[in-house]
Protein backbone atom coordinates (compact mmCIF):
# COMPACT_ATOMS: atom_id res chain seq x y z
CA UNK A 1 0.00 0.00 0.00
CA UNK A 2 2.97 2.41 0.89
CA UNK A 3 4.44 1.52 -2.72
CA UNK A 4 1.16 2.35 -3.84
CA UNK A 5 -0.12 5.10 -2.42
CA UNK A 6 3.95 7.11 -3.51
CA UNK A 7 3.06 6.31 -6.84
CA UNK A 8 -0.44 7.76 -6.62
CA UNK A 9 1.37 10.88 -5.33
CA UNK A 10 4.04 10.92 -7.92
CA UNK A 11 1.41 10.55 -10.90
CA UNK A 12 -1.44 12.67 -9.85
CA UNK A 13 0.71 15.81 -7.95
CA UNK A 14 1.95 16.84 -11.25
CA UNK A 15 -1.25 16.90 -13.41
CA UNK A 16 -2.98 18.02 -10.63
CA UNK A 17 -0.82 20.65 -9.97
CA UNK A 18 -0.85 21.77 -13.51
CA UNK A 19 -4.86 22.20 -13.85
CA UNK A 20 -4.97 23.94 -10.82
CA UNK A 21 -2.73 26.47 -12.58
CA UNK A 22 -4.68 26.72 -16.01
CA UNK A 23 -5.84 30.38 -15.39
CA UNK A 24 -8.66 30.04 -17.96
CA UNK A 25 -10.34 27.27 -15.56
CA UNK A 26 -9.82 28.56 -12.61
CA UNK A 27 -11.58 31.74 -13.92
CA UNK A 28 -14.50 29.21 -14.70
CA UNK A 29 -14.30 28.21 -11.28
CA UNK A 30 -14.10 31.91 -9.72
CA UNK A 31 -17.19 32.84 -12.15
CA UNK A 32 -19.53 30.28 -10.90
CA UNK A 33 -18.61 30.95 -7.38
CA UNK A 34 -20.02 34.44 -7.95
CA UNK A 35 -22.62 33.69 -9.92
CA UNK A 36 -23.78 31.53 -6.81
CA UNK A 37 -26.79 33.91 -5.15
CA UNK A 38 -28.12 34.35 -8.95
CA UNK A 39 -28.32 30.51 -9.18
CA UNK A 40 -29.54 30.15 -5.56
CA UNK A 41 -32.42 32.46 -6.32
CA UNK A 42 -33.30 31.17 -9.40
CA UNK A 43 -33.20 27.69 -8.24
CA UNK A 44 -35.50 28.42 -5.14
CA UNK A 45 -37.73 30.13 -7.99
CA UNK A 46 -38.02 27.64 -9.93
CA UNK A 47 -38.74 24.68 -7.03
CA UNK A 48 -41.48 27.50 -6.70
CA UNK A 49 -42.88 27.39 -9.15
CA UNK A 50 -42.68 23.60 -10.13
CA UNK A 51 -42.97 22.03 -6.75
CA UNK A 52 -44.74 18.67 -7.62
CA UNK A 53 -46.97 18.43 -4.66
CA UNK A 54 -50.52 18.83 -5.77
CA UNK A 55 -51.44 21.40 -2.83
CA UNK A 56 -48.40 23.44 -3.65
CA UNK A 57 -49.20 23.57 -7.92
CA UNK A 58 -52.90 24.34 -6.65
CA UNK A 59 -51.93 27.39 -4.26
CA UNK A 60 -49.47 28.73 -6.71
CA UNK A 61 -51.49 29.00 -9.71
CA UNK A 62 -54.48 30.58 -7.82
CA UNK A 63 -52.59 32.89 -6.02
CA UNK A 64 -50.52 34.12 -9.32
CA UNK A 65 -47.74 32.94 -7.39
CA UNK A 66 -46.22 30.35 -9.94
CA UNK A 67 -45.99 33.64 -12.74
CA UNK A 68 -43.82 35.44 -9.95
CA UNK A 69 -41.78 32.35 -9.26
CA UNK A 70 -40.90 31.55 -13.19
CA UNK A 71 -40.79 35.43 -13.80
CA UNK A 72 -37.53 35.54 -11.13
CA UNK A 73 -36.39 31.77 -13.01
CA UNK A 74 -37.00 33.61 -16.27
CA UNK A 75 -34.45 36.36 -15.33
CA UNK A 76 -31.75 34.36 -13.08
CA UNK A 77 -31.23 30.60 -14.56
CA UNK A 78 -32.81 30.76 -18.03
CA UNK A 79 -30.46 33.57 -19.21
CA UNK A 80 -27.67 32.52 -16.99
CA UNK A 81 -25.21 32.87 -20.09
CA UNK A 82 -25.84 36.66 -20.55
CA UNK A 83 -24.17 36.89 -16.70
CA UNK A 84 -21.07 35.15 -17.61
CA UNK A 85 -20.90 36.75 -20.38
CA UNK A 86 -19.22 39.58 -18.56
CA UNK A 87 -18.04 37.58 -15.40
CA UNK A 88 -15.88 35.09 -17.09
CA UNK A 89 -13.87 37.75 -19.36
CA UNK A 90 -13.60 40.01 -16.41
CA UNK A 91 -12.23 36.95 -14.47
CA UNK A 92 -10.21 35.40 -16.72
CA UNK A 93 -8.52 38.92 -18.19
CA UNK A 94 -7.92 39.80 -13.94
CA UNK A 95 -5.74 36.13 -14.19
CA UNK A 96 -3.97 37.27 -17.03
CA UNK A 97 -2.41 40.40 -15.75
CA UNK A 98 -4.90 43.01 -17.40
CA UNK A 99 -7.48 45.82 -16.70
CA UNK A 100 -10.67 43.58 -16.72
CA UNK A 101 -13.13 45.60 -16.84
CA UNK A 102 -12.48 46.47 -20.61
CA UNK A 103 -12.15 43.56 -21.54
CA UNK A 104 -15.52 41.99 -19.75
CA UNK A 105 -17.60 44.95 -22.01
CA UNK A 106 -15.59 43.99 -25.50
CA UNK A 107 -16.31 40.06 -24.95
CA UNK A 108 -19.88 40.85 -23.87
CA UNK A 109 -20.35 43.02 -27.04
CA UNK A 110 -19.05 40.26 -29.05
CA UNK A 111 -21.47 37.44 -27.53
CA UNK A 112 -24.28 39.72 -28.31
CA UNK A 113 -23.00 40.56 -31.75
CA UNK A 114 -22.79 36.99 -32.80
CA UNK A 115 -26.43 36.67 -30.73
CA UNK A 116 -29.56 36.45 -33.18
CA UNK A 117 -31.73 39.37 -32.42
CA UNK A 118 -34.73 41.46 -33.98
CA UNK A 119 -33.08 44.99 -34.98
CA UNK A 120 -33.98 47.27 -32.67
CA UNK A 121 -36.62 45.16 -30.92
CA UNK A 122 -35.78 42.13 -29.28
CA UNK A 123 -33.02 39.11 -28.51
CA UNK A 124 -34.81 35.88 -28.04
CA UNK A 125 -33.66 34.32 -25.00
CA UNK A 126 -32.69 31.16 -26.63
CA UNK A 127 -28.85 31.34 -26.98
CA UNK A 128 -29.19 33.49 -23.23
CA UNK A 129 -29.01 30.32 -20.98
CA UNK A 130 -27.33 27.69 -20.91
CA UNK A 131 -27.42 26.75 -24.71
CA UNK A 132 -25.53 29.46 -25.11
CA UNK A 133 -22.62 28.49 -22.45
CA UNK A 134 -20.39 27.16 -24.95
CA UNK A 135 -20.27 30.19 -26.88
CA UNK A 136 -19.76 32.39 -24.12
CA UNK A 137 -16.85 29.98 -22.78
CA UNK A 138 -14.84 30.62 -26.42
CA UNK A 139 -15.46 34.32 -26.66
CA UNK A 140 -14.54 34.52 -22.91
CA UNK A 141 -11.12 32.82 -23.56
CA UNK A 142 -10.42 34.17 -27.02
CA UNK A 143 -11.23 38.02 -26.56
CA UNK A 144 -9.12 38.29 -23.37
CA UNK A 145 -6.43 36.21 -25.32
CA UNK A 146 -6.38 38.32 -28.12
CA UNK A 147 -6.93 41.53 -26.01
CA UNK A 148 -3.36 40.59 -24.16
CA UNK A 149 -1.77 39.72 -27.74
CA UNK A 150 -2.19 43.37 -28.67
CA UNK A 151 -1.59 44.73 -25.61
CA UNK A 152 1.70 42.82 -25.16
CA UNK A 153 3.09 44.08 -28.72
CA UNK A 154 1.77 47.39 -27.79
CA UNK A 155 -0.92 47.93 -30.45
CA UNK A 156 -2.97 50.56 -28.66
CA UNK A 157 -3.13 54.11 -29.00
CA UNK A 158 -1.39 55.34 -26.40
CA UNK A 159 -2.38 58.89 -25.03
CA UNK A 160 -0.02 61.57 -23.75
CA UNK A 161 0.93 62.23 -20.29
CA UNK A 162 -0.87 63.73 -18.17
CA UNK A 163 -4.21 62.13 -19.33
CA UNK A 164 -6.63 60.69 -16.40
CA UNK A 165 -5.97 56.76 -16.12
CA UNK A 166 -9.67 55.76 -17.03
CA UNK A 167 -9.10 57.68 -20.08
CA UNK A 168 -5.92 56.22 -21.25
CA UNK A 169 -7.96 52.78 -20.75
CA UNK A 170 -10.47 53.58 -22.94
CA UNK A 171 -8.24 54.77 -25.56
CA UNK A 172 -6.34 51.84 -25.31
CA UNK A 173 -8.98 48.96 -25.50
CA UNK A 174 -10.43 51.19 -28.34
CA UNK A 175 -8.60 48.92 -30.80
CA UNK A 176 -9.06 45.54 -29.68
CA UNK A 177 -12.58 46.16 -28.99
CA UNK A 178 -12.74 47.04 -32.61
CA UNK A 179 -11.19 44.47 -34.26
CA UNK A 180 -13.19 42.42 -31.99
CA UNK A 181 -16.33 44.31 -33.21
CA UNK A 182 -15.92 44.06 -36.57
CA UNK A 183 -14.98 39.56 -36.31
CA UNK A 184 -17.93 39.54 -34.18
CA UNK A 185 -20.72 41.32 -36.26
CA UNK A 186 -19.11 39.57 -39.11
CA UNK A 187 -19.62 36.14 -37.87
CA UNK A 188 -23.10 36.84 -36.67
CA UNK A 189 -24.11 38.40 -40.46
CA UNK A 190 -22.60 35.39 -42.22
CA UNK A 191 -23.98 32.99 -40.09
CA UNK A 192 -27.56 34.34 -40.47
CA UNK A 193 -27.13 33.41 -43.84
CA UNK A 194 -26.27 29.55 -43.66
CA UNK A 195 -29.02 27.07 -42.27
CA UNK A 196 -27.68 27.16 -39.14
CA UNK A 197 -28.84 30.48 -38.33
CA UNK A 198 -26.32 31.17 -35.73
CA UNK A 199 -22.34 30.33 -34.38
CA UNK A 200 -24.45 28.95 -31.24
CA UNK A 201 -25.91 26.32 -33.09
CA UNK A 202 -22.98 25.61 -35.23
CA UNK A 203 -21.25 25.17 -31.65
CA UNK A 204 -24.30 23.64 -30.03
CA UNK A 205 -24.60 20.91 -33.13
CA UNK A 206 -20.67 19.87 -33.42
CA UNK A 207 -19.60 21.17 -29.79
CA UNK A 208 -21.89 20.52 -27.07
CA UNK A 209 -24.18 17.82 -27.88
CA UNK A 210 -21.70 15.32 -28.76
CA UNK A 211 -19.57 16.26 -25.99
CA UNK A 212 -22.63 15.75 -23.64
CA UNK A 213 -22.50 11.94 -24.60
CA UNK A 214 -19.53 11.86 -23.85
CA UNK A 215 -19.33 13.70 -20.82
CA UNK A 216 -22.41 12.98 -19.06
CA UNK A 217 -22.30 9.70 -19.94
CA UNK A 218 -22.01 6.93 -16.51
CA UNK A 219 -18.35 6.01 -16.97
CA UNK A 220 -17.24 9.53 -17.81
CA UNK A 221 -19.35 11.23 -14.42
CA UNK A 222 -18.11 8.21 -12.73
CA UNK A 223 -14.22 8.82 -13.83
CA UNK A 224 -15.05 12.49 -12.63
CA UNK A 225 -15.96 11.50 -9.43
CA UNK A 226 -13.13 9.28 -8.06
CA UNK A 227 -10.37 11.71 -10.19
CA UNK A 228 -11.66 14.54 -7.97
CA UNK A 229 -11.56 12.68 -4.76
CA UNK A 230 -7.58 11.21 -5.48
CA UNK A 231 -6.79 15.13 -6.06
CA UNK A 232 -8.40 15.85 -3.09
CA UNK A 233 -6.87 13.23 -1.07
CA UNK A 234 -2.93 14.06 -2.57
CA UNK A 235 -4.08 17.92 -1.06
CA UNK A 236 -5.04 19.49 -4.21
CA UNK A 237 -9.24 20.48 -4.16
CA UNK A 238 -11.13 18.57 -6.24
CA UNK A 239 -13.27 21.39 -6.88
CA UNK A 240 -10.89 22.16 -9.65
CA UNK A 241 -11.90 19.21 -12.17
CA UNK A 242 -16.00 19.77 -11.89
CA UNK A 243 -15.14 23.03 -14.19
CA UNK A 244 -14.27 20.78 -16.49
CA UNK A 245 -18.05 19.53 -16.73
CA UNK A 246 -19.85 22.37 -15.30
CA UNK A 247 -20.92 23.52 -18.93
CA UNK A 248 -22.47 19.75 -19.34
CA UNK A 249 -24.43 19.57 -16.22
CA UNK A 250 -25.44 22.83 -16.32
CA UNK A 251 -27.11 22.72 -19.78
CA UNK A 252 -28.70 19.25 -18.99
CA UNK A 253 -30.48 20.63 -15.76
CA UNK A 254 -31.56 23.16 -18.59
CA UNK A 255 -32.58 20.88 -20.75
CA UNK A 256 -34.96 18.73 -17.77
CA UNK A 257 -36.06 21.83 -16.43
CA UNK A 258 -37.57 22.65 -19.86
CA UNK A 259 -39.03 19.28 -20.27
CA UNK A 260 -40.41 19.64 -16.75
CA UNK A 261 -42.35 23.10 -17.72
CA UNK A 262 -43.47 21.57 -20.85
CA UNK A 263 -45.16 18.25 -19.25
CA UNK A 264 -42.87 16.03 -21.23
CA UNK A 265 -40.20 13.40 -20.06
CA UNK A 266 -37.17 14.33 -18.20
CA UNK A 267 -34.37 13.52 -20.70
CA UNK A 268 -31.22 13.52 -18.76
CA UNK A 269 -30.42 11.21 -15.66
CA UNK A 270 -26.87 13.22 -14.74
CA UNK A 271 -27.62 16.75 -14.31
CA UNK A 272 -25.61 19.24 -12.19
CA UNK A 273 -27.92 18.77 -9.02
CA UNK A 274 -26.96 14.85 -9.86
CA UNK A 275 -23.79 15.41 -7.77
CA UNK A 276 -25.78 15.72 -4.08
CA UNK A 277 -25.74 11.96 -4.56
CA UNK A 278 -22.39 11.47 -4.51
CA UNK A 279 -20.35 11.69 -1.73
CA UNK A 280 -22.59 12.63 0.99
CA UNK A 281 -20.71 15.06 3.86
CA UNK A 282 -18.06 15.88 1.45
CA UNK A 283 -15.44 14.56 -0.72
CA UNK A 284 -15.27 10.54 0.53
CA UNK A 285 -18.59 10.50 1.65
CA UNK A 286 -17.84 10.82 5.26
CA UNK A 287 -21.22 12.28 6.78
CA UNK A 288 -21.69 8.74 8.28
CA UNK A 289 -17.57 8.99 9.59
CA UNK A 290 -18.29 12.22 11.51
CA UNK A 291 -21.19 10.73 13.34
CA UNK A 292 -20.08 7.43 14.39
CA UNK A 293 -16.54 9.46 15.48
CA UNK A 294 -19.08 12.15 17.37
CA UNK A 295 -21.66 9.55 19.22
CA UNK A 296 -18.96 6.18 19.42
CA UNK A 297 -15.80 6.76 19.60
CA UNK A 298 -13.57 5.82 22.41
CA UNK A 299 -10.72 8.02 21.68
CA UNK A 300 -11.32 11.46 23.40
CA UNK A 301 -9.43 13.33 20.30
CA UNK A 302 -11.29 11.51 17.57
CA UNK A 303 -14.78 12.02 20.02
CA UNK A 304 -14.15 15.92 20.10
CA UNK A 305 -13.22 16.24 16.21
CA UNK A 306 -16.41 14.38 14.96
CA UNK A 307 -18.64 16.60 17.41
CA UNK A 308 -16.67 19.74 15.68
CA UNK A 309 -17.30 18.26 12.48
CA UNK A 310 -20.72 16.83 12.30
CA UNK A 311 -22.38 20.67 11.32
CA UNK A 312 -19.88 21.09 8.98
CA UNK A 313 -20.63 17.84 7.49
CA UNK A 314 -24.43 18.44 7.14
CA UNK A 315 -23.55 21.12 4.78
CA UNK A 316 -21.18 19.30 2.86
CA UNK A 317 -17.96 20.66 4.29
CA UNK A 318 -15.36 18.10 5.92
CA UNK A 319 -12.01 19.31 5.66
CA UNK A 320 -12.15 19.18 9.44
CA UNK A 321 -12.16 15.52 9.24
CA UNK A 322 -9.76 14.90 6.00
CA UNK A 323 -7.40 17.20 7.52
CA UNK A 324 -7.77 16.41 11.68
CA UNK A 325 -8.02 12.80 11.75
CA UNK A 326 -5.67 12.75 8.84
CA UNK A 327 -7.93 11.18 6.06
CA UNK A 328 -5.50 12.71 3.17
CA UNK A 329 -2.63 10.92 2.47
CA UNK A 330 -3.38 8.14 5.02
CA UNK A 331 -3.07 5.18 3.35
CA UNK A 332 -5.30 2.74 5.95
CA UNK A 333 -8.06 5.13 4.95
CA UNK A 334 -7.61 5.57 0.80
CA UNK A 335 -10.30 2.14 0.44
CA UNK A 336 -13.06 3.57 2.04
CA UNK A 337 -12.67 7.38 1.26
CA UNK A 338 -12.09 6.41 -2.83
CA UNK A 339 -14.62 3.49 -2.86
CA UNK A 340 -17.61 5.38 -1.36
CA UNK A 341 -17.84 7.67 -4.13
CA UNK A 342 -17.91 4.86 -6.55
CA UNK A 343 -20.93 3.17 -4.84
CA UNK A 344 -23.00 6.75 -4.41
CA UNK A 345 -22.52 7.47 -7.60
CA UNK A 346 -23.44 4.09 -9.13
CA UNK A 347 -26.23 3.51 -7.00
CA UNK A 348 -27.71 6.69 -7.73
CA UNK A 349 -27.05 6.16 -11.66
CA UNK A 350 -29.05 3.06 -11.43
CA UNK A 351 -31.68 3.90 -8.76
CA UNK A 352 -32.81 6.84 -11.40
CA UNK A 353 -32.12 4.55 -14.57
CA UNK A 354 -34.26 1.44 -13.64
CA UNK A 355 -36.99 4.12 -12.49
CA UNK A 356 -36.87 3.80 -8.65
CA UNK A 357 -36.55 7.28 -8.01
CA UNK A 358 -37.86 9.92 -10.73
CA UNK A 359 -35.40 11.48 -12.79
CA UNK A 360 -34.40 14.80 -10.80
CA UNK A 361 -36.18 18.19 -11.77
CA UNK A 362 -33.14 20.53 -13.69
CA UNK A 363 -33.45 22.78 -10.09
CA UNK A 364 -29.80 23.91 -9.59
CA UNK A 365 -29.08 22.49 -5.62
CA UNK A 366 -26.04 23.81 -4.16
CA UNK A 367 -23.46 21.56 -2.84
CA UNK A 368 -23.88 23.63 0.38
CA UNK A 369 -27.25 22.44 1.13
CA UNK A 370 -28.11 20.44 3.91
CA UNK A 371 -28.15 16.57 3.46
CA UNK A 372 -31.81 14.63 3.05
CA UNK A 373 -32.57 18.28 2.00
CA UNK A 374 -30.85 18.71 -0.80
CA UNK A 375 -32.41 15.26 -2.61
CA UNK A 376 -35.52 16.77 -2.02
CA UNK A 377 -34.95 20.11 -3.68
CA UNK A 378 -33.23 18.07 -6.29
CA UNK A 379 -36.09 15.45 -7.16
CA UNK A 380 -38.71 15.13 -4.06
CA UNK A 381 -38.66 12.61 -1.31
CA UNK A 382 -37.94 10.01 -3.45
CA UNK A 383 -34.23 11.64 -4.06
CA UNK A 384 -34.11 12.62 -0.24
CA UNK A 385 -35.10 8.81 0.91
CA UNK A 386 -32.34 7.72 -1.71
CA UNK A 387 -29.76 10.03 0.21
CA UNK A 388 -30.67 8.31 3.76
CA UNK A 389 -29.86 5.08 1.83
CA UNK A 390 -26.36 6.32 0.68
CA UNK A 391 -25.27 7.71 3.95
CA UNK A 392 -26.25 4.30 5.21
CA UNK A 393 -23.94 2.68 2.88
CA UNK A 394 -21.34 4.76 3.44
CA UNK A 395 -21.11 4.37 7.02
CA UNK A 396 -21.24 0.48 6.67
CA UNK A 397 -18.30 1.04 4.44
CA UNK A 398 -16.34 3.56 6.61
CA UNK A 399 -17.24 1.60 10.01
CA UNK A 400 -14.81 -1.36 10.41
CA UNK A 401 -11.67 1.77 9.14
CA UNK A 402 -13.51 4.03 11.82
CA UNK A 403 -13.10 0.99 14.38
CA UNK A 404 -9.62 0.53 13.34
CA UNK A 405 -7.78 3.87 13.79
CA UNK A 406 -10.24 4.81 16.74
CA UNK A 407 -8.11 1.64 18.38
CA UNK A 408 -5.16 2.98 17.49
CA UNK A 409 -5.39 6.05 18.87
CA UNK A 410 -7.24 5.46 22.11
CA UNK A 411 -3.83 2.84 22.54
CA UNK A 412 -1.73 6.40 21.31
CA UNK A 413 -3.83 8.18 23.97
CA UNK A 414 -2.90 5.80 26.74
CA UNK A 415 0.72 5.20 26.00
CA UNK A 416 0.97 9.31 26.16
CA UNK A 417 -0.78 10.01 29.10
CA UNK A 418 1.11 7.05 30.68
CA UNK A 419 4.71 8.95 29.49
CA UNK A 420 3.05 12.19 30.69
CA UNK A 421 2.83 10.75 34.41
CA UNK A 422 6.21 9.17 34.18
CA UNK A 423 7.65 12.24 33.63
CA UNK A 424 5.93 13.77 36.79
Given at each position: ?10 G ?41 I????AF?K ?13 L????I???M????P ?35 T ?28 N ?12 V???F???VP ?14 M ?8 H ?9 P??GI ?5 A?L ?13 I ?12 T????A ?7 A ?11 F?V ?12 L??M ?7 T ?57 P ?8 W????I ?7 G ?17 W ?9 Q??AQ ?11 A
Open positions: MEKFMKWLEALMPVANKINKVKYLSAIGATFQILLPVILIGSFACLGAFLDPVWQVKTGLAVFFMTIQSTLSIALYAFLLYEFAEKLGMKPVSVALTSFMSFLLVTPHELYKAIPTWLGYSGMFTVLIISWIVPRFCKFLRDRVYIHMPSGVPPIEEAAALATFCALAAALVGTLAKTSFGSIQVIYSFIQTLKGLSFPYFIQVLSTLFMFCGHGNSIFSIISPLFAASENLAALTGNSLPNIIIDSQLCQPGGFGGTFGAIMAFAAKSRLRTLGKMSVIPAVFGINEPLLFGVPILLNPILFIPYVLNPILCTSISYVAIRTGLVRLTGTIVNTMPQVSGFLAQWQCAVLQVVLILVTSLVFPFFKMIDRTVEQKDSKEIKGQ
